[in-house]
C-alpha cells in the first residue's frame, strides 16, 4: 500500500494502454523506458507474475477486435485465411486504435486502408471487397420505412403518373466498383476453397445494397436499371424519366421494362413512397 | 447530497419498475428464436452499445428487434463502454444516446462496469482494472451520481473479472463498490462468476466478499461461466455456470434475497434451451432458499 508515490490516474492509464495496445507484446512494450515504472505498482502472486497478467489483457484487447472485424468483413475474411486476415488487421489497428463505444465502426477506415496494404498488390479485389462488406454492415445500421403497398398504387389515375416523384428506402446505396467481388459476396457462405476457385474478374459494377425484412441485398445492375434508378433517386419525376430514356441513342429501353423495374423496385424495398408535387 | 435512486423492492413492484426471476442475455444468434417462440423467460438484458446505431441515432435492424422483443418481455440495458473510470472526462454525447435507448424501451434499470476501457479518446473494448484508491472512489462516486441523474433512472456498476491488481490500492474491491454505490445513491450489479474468478486470481476469499456487500444496493445479479488459462481463470462467458459459482450463488441469495439474476453467454453461445436449463437452475437454487413464493409475494 504505497499511495504516496502513486503515479497519477492519466498517467498510469496511459502506460498501461500503451502496453496493452503494443502489436509486440507485453516484453516488447516494456522495453519502453517511459512504461517500465508501471510493473511495480502491479501486485504478483507466487504463481503468476504481472507480465503474465498484462499479458492476459493485451492478448484480450487484439483477439476480441479481430473476431468483431472477421464478424463485420466475413468475407475478406475468408478469402484471406486466418493468417493473412491477422496479419492483415494488426496492421490495421497499429494505424487506426479504436476510439468508438460500438466496436462495430472500427471496421470503417479498413476500406481505405485495404487499398494501401500489400495484401491489395497481391488481390487486386480486396479493396472493394471490404468497401462492399463495410457498405453492407452500415446498411444494416440505417433505419426502414415501412414497405409501400401495390395495390394502392391502382388507385392513381393514369394521368398522374408522369409527375410521379419517389420516396427510398433511408438505407438505399448505390456503390460503383471496378472487379466483380459482388459474387464472392453471394457466394460467401460457401466453402473457403470453393471460393478461392471463383475467379474474380475486373469488370465494373454499379451494385444496388438495400436493407430488407431479413437483412440485406447487393444486387449488380445493368447501365440502363443504375441509369434509371439514379435519375429517379435524384429527383426526377417518372414522366422526366420516360423522356429521357426516349430520347437518348445509348439505351435502348422499352415503356413495359420501367414498369416491370419500378414493380421490381418497390417490391424489394428500394421505393417507398409516392408523391405527386 | 446524490439522489438515491435504488427503491425499496416494494417501491419498485409498485411502479412495476423491476424484472424479477431469472433473465438470460439476449444475442443476436437466438433473435429469431426468441421473435417466433416468445420462450418462457422472464426478461432479458441486451449489450447496449449494440442498439445505439453506428452514427447518429439510426439503429436499423438491431434496434427494430429490441423493440419487436420489447413488446413481450421486459428489457434491461447493460453498457460495455460506459468508460466510468478514465482519466478521460464523461462522454456525454454517449450517454444522451444511452437516455434516448433507455426510454425507448423503459429500461427499468441500466448497468455498466466498474472499470475503465481507454484513454485520450481510445477504446480497447475490455473492461480494465482500476486502483481502489481514496482519490478512485472520489472520483467513481460522483461519476456514478451524474450518470444516475442524466439517465433519469437508477444506475448500476457491476464488479468486473480482473486478472491484475495494484499494490497502491488501499481498499478492497468489495469495500471500493459498496462506498462507491452508497456514496453516489446508485445500485450494485454484482456478478457472482466475476468474484469467484477475481478471488481465485487474487486470492481473496469470495464469501467475505458477498458479506461485504450491502445487500438494499444489490439489484441484479449476473451468472457464468469461466476458462482456464494456465494459472488464472478467465471471464470467458463461453461454458456453463461453474459449480463453485453455482455454490456461491447460493449464498449471494441467502444474503441478498430476492434479487433478479441473469445468465450470461457470449462466446460459443448454444442453442437456446441451454441457457434456459441454466436459468432453470438459478430458479431452482432460489426457490429453494428462498421458498416457493413467486417473486411478486416476496415484497
Ligand atoms: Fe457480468
Known amino acids: 500500500m504505497a499511495s504516496e508515490i502513486a503515479p497519477p490516474w492519466s498517467k498510469l492509464q496511459e502506460s498501461l494502454q500503451k502496453i496493452l495496445t503494443d502489436s509486440g507484446g507485453v516484453n516488447n512494450a516494456l522495453s519502453n523506458p517511459s512504461v517500465q515504472f508501471l510493473p511495480h505498482f502491479l501486485a504478483e502472486t507466487s504463481t503468476v507474475s504481472a507480465r503474465e497478467r498484462l499479458g492476459v489483457y493485451c492478448d484480450a484487447y487484439f483477439l476480441r477486435i479481430l473476431e468483431s472485424l472477421g464478424s463485420d468483413f466475413p468475407t475478406l475474411k475468408e478469402f484471406l485465411g486466418d493468417k493473412n486476415f491477422r496479419h492483415l488487421i494488426a496492421d490495421y489497428l497499429k494505424d487506426h486504435p479504436s476510439r468508438f463505444k460500438n466496436i462495430s465502426l472500427i471496421g470503417e477506415r479498413l476500406p481505405k486502408f485495404v487499398s494501401r496494404h500489400p495484401l491489395n498488390r497481391k488481390f487486386g479485389f480486396l479493396s472493394d471487397l471490404s468497401r462492399l462488406e463495410w457498405e453492407v454492415l452500415s446498411c444494416l445500421y440505417r433505419d426502414r420505412l415501412s414497405p409501400l403497398n401495390l395495390e394502392s398504387l391502382r388507385q392513381i389515375p393514369e394521368k398522374s403518373w408522369p409527375k410521379a416523384r419517389f420516396i427510398f428506402d433511408p438505407s438505399v446505396r448505390f456503390i460503383e466498383l471496378d472487379w466483380d467481388v459482388d459474387r464472392l459476396w453471394n457466394e460467401r457462405m460457401l466453402a473457403r476453397a470453393k471460393k478461392r476457385s471463383l475467379k474474380i474478374k475486373k469488370s465494373e459494377r454499379s451494385l444496388l445494397i438495400v436493407r430488407d425484412h431479413q437483412w440485406v441485398q447487393v444486387r449488380a445492375l445493368g447501365l440502363e436499371e443504375s441509369t434509371a434508378l439514379k435519375r429517379l433517386h435524384g429527383g426526377a419525376s417518372l414522366g422526366n424519366l420516360c423522356d429521357f430514356l426516349e430520347n437518348s441513342r445509348k439505351f435502348q429501353v422499352k415503356p413495359g421494362d420501367i414498369q416491370v423495374w419500378i414493380h421490381d423496385w418497390i417490391s424489394s424495398g428500394v421505393l417507398k413512397r409516392l408523391v405527386f408535387p | ?299
Not at chain 2, 452514427?55 to 419487436?68: F, H, Y
Not at chain 2, 434456459?276 to 417473486?295: H, Q, S, T, Y
Open chain 2, 1 to 299: 447530497m446524490n439522489q438515491d435512486r435504488i427503491k425499496t423492492k416494494a417501491q419498485a413492484f409498485r411502479d412495476k419498475k423491476i424484472v424479477c426471476g431469472v433473465g438470460v442475455g439476449l444475442r443476436s444468434v437466438h433473435y429469431d428464436h426468441v421473435l417466433s417462440r416468445r420462450p418462457a423467460v422472464p426478461w432479458f438484458e441486451v449489450i447496449s452499445e449494440n442498439y445505439m446505431g453506428l452514427r447518429g441515432d439510426q439503429g436499423g435492424r438491431p434496434l427494430e428487434i429490441l423493440e419487436e422483443a420489447r413488446r413481450n418481455y421486459p428489457i434491461v440495458l447493460h453498457g460495455v463502454s460506459l468508460n466510468i473510470g478514465s482519466a478521460d472526462p464523461l462522454d456525454k454525447n454517449y450517454l444522451n444516446a444511452l437516455k434516448r435507448l433507455a426510454n425507448r424501451i423503459d429500461s427499468p434499470h441500466v448497468t455498466d462496469h466498474l472499470c475503465w476501457t481507454g484513454v485520450k479518446g481510445q477504446n480497447l473494448h475490455d473492461l480494465l482494472p482500476l486502483p481502489y484508491t481514496a482519490e478512485g472512489l472520489n472520483l467513481i462516486s460522483s461519476r456514478a451520481a451524474q450518470i444516475q441523474d442524466i439517465l433519469g433512472r437508477p444506475f448500476a456498476l457491476e464488479n468486473p473479472s480482473t486478472y491484475l491488481a495494484f499494490r497502491h490500492s488501499q481498499m478492497p474491491e468489495w469495500e471500493f463498490l459498496a462506498e462507491t454505490a452508497r456514496q453516489a445513491g446508485c445500485g450494485i450489479l454484482l456478478d457472482i462468476n466475476n468474484v469467484y474468478v477475481s478471488a481465485k486470481n487474487h486470492g481473496f476469499d469470495p464469501v467475505e466478499y458477498l458479506r461485504n456487500i450491502p445487500a438494499d444496493r444489490v439489484i441484479q445479479m449476473h451468472l457464468a461461466g469461466y476458462s482456464h488459462c494456465g494459472n488464472l481463470l478467465i471471464d470467458t462467458h463461453d461454458h456453463p455456470v461453474s459449480d463453485p459459482v453455482w455454490e456461491l450463488y447460493g449464498e449471494a441469495v441467502r444474503l441478498f434475497g430476492d434479487v433478479p439474476t441473469l445468465i450470461e453467454w457470449d462466446d460459443k453461445i448454444p442453442p437456446f434451451g441451454v441457457l434456459e436449463k441454466e436459468a432453470a437452475r438459478a430458479e431452482k437454487i432460489r426457490r429453494k432458499i428462498l421458498g416457493k413464493r413467486d417473486c411478486a409475494a416476496l415484497v
